[in-house]
């Protein structure tokens, strides 16, 4: 990627006080028994691996799934220890049990010891003997170094700024948008179109050379894509595109990577009416990127997107987006509970899903 300007500096000493200090990020022990595995359908053989911290003693084997195409590495008492899925750069990893909550809309809890971190590249069967994995396995199984999920309950309502070395706020309570000075006449409360670089307050440069400039009024928010942007792009270092035109990087709109040839599809866009509601979403996994059609004025486009945390204590699936009702990011209640299961507004809304 080409030198961004202003891009902020995150020491290790500051990503590691952003666990730390949060309120709104606590680790605690999983009283919960581990899901039993998915059944097999092949074996691989390879060599152990470990960790840089000495975790995963024992013996371990990898396995060989379906479904999507993914390879899934056991313990020794065969519990899951880790899962890649093929054409996905995104990994799921087992690490400390960690809770997160929202109190200030929501009373949902979400307690897991699933870590998703983005990987160097995608997921491919036998990529566990390159030595790419390797290294990379070896650095981040058992880091508790900030992953997909820290950085987005950095952006809650209340979360406290972070800014780095040269001043810029790169974590903190986000906005949704400006209000729509047309909101009272029927339209929508707030404006969408923040991206990160708004939210950010610098002017970006894109791979393909495309320049673009903060607006003063967006400062401090994402809209629904936007805040994917942030998150996976800016904080996780997934490829970012200037628009959702021809490229191989996230593109701007919540509609633009549900169609984008990215990722791995987990559960295939076969339309945006009610009758194309998934009828099953158990194959969803946290970090998992999910669409809906909430918005009739917009025709065949898909007009919002989250990304799956997994089960809350209640037994519900929970996933984190950007809204304007809440004003920001949220697992909230307001404006619709953030479940996918059941019948509720956006679980009635969910047409397909994506892994990066």
């Not at 952003?18 to 092949?42: D, I, N, W």
């Not at 899925?85 to 809890?109: C, Q, V, Y």
């Not at 599809?265 to 059609?293: H, T």
């Not at 059941?342 to 809304?349: E, F, I, K, Q």
Request: proline share 6%; aromatic share 10%; net charge neutral.
């Amino acid at each position: 990627m080409p030198p961004k300007k202003k891009r902020p500096v995150l020491h290790a000493a500051t990503v590691l006080a952003l666990l730390a200090g949060s309120a709104y990020l606590t680790v605690e022990l999983r009283k919960e028994e581990q899901a039993k595995a998915p059944a097999v359908q092949a074996v691989t053989d390879s060599p152990l691996l470990e960790s840089s911290n000495g975790q995963m003693s024992g013996a371990q084997k990898w396995e060989r799934l379906k479904n999507p195409e993914r390879s899934v590495l056991l313990g020794e008492d065969g519990q899951v220890l880790a899962t890649f899925t093929d054409g996905a750069r995104t990994a799921t990893l087992r690490g400390p049990s960690r809770t997160f909550t929202e109190a200030a809309n929501t009373k949902s809890r979400v307690v897991t010891d699933d870590w998703v971190r983005l990987m160097p590249e995608p997921w491919r069967k036998g990529a566990e003997k390159e030595k790419w994995f390797k290294d990379w396995f070896k650095e981040f199984y058992g880091s508790e170094e900030d992953d997909i999920f820290a950085f987005a309950f950095q952006y809650m309502e209340g979360a406290p700024v972070k800014k780095d070395d040269e001043g810029i706020a790169y974590a903190g309570d986000a906005s949704f948008g400006p209000l729509n000075p047309e909101g009272s006449a029927g339209g929508d409360l707030r404006e969408e179109l923040s991206d990160f670089y708004d939210y950010l307050g610098i002017p970006y440069t894109f791979r393909d050379g495309t320049s673009v400039q903060p607006e003063a009024k967006r400062t401090r928010s994402v809209d629904c894509s936007g805040f994917q942007r942030l998150v996976w792009g800016y904080r996780a270092r997934y490829p970012l595109r200037a628009s959702d035109q021809k490229g191989d990087g996230l593109p701007r709109t919540a509609n633009g990577m549900a169609r984008a040839r990215i990722g791995t599809e987990i559960i295939p866009l076969k339309g945006v009416g009610p009758k194309d509601r998934p009828r099953s979403i158990d194959v969803l996994q946290p970090g998992d990127l999910v669409f809906f059609k909430l918005d009739q004025r917009t025709g065949q486009r898909l007009d919002h997107v989250g990304f799956y945390l997994g089960v809350d204590t209640d037994g519900h699936r929970i996933f984190v987006s950007s809204r304007e009702e809440v004003n920001g990011p949220t697992i909230g209640d307001k404006g619709g509970t953030s479940r996918l299961d059941g019948n509720g507004y956006y679980a009635s809304t969910l047409r397909s899903a994506k892994r990066l």
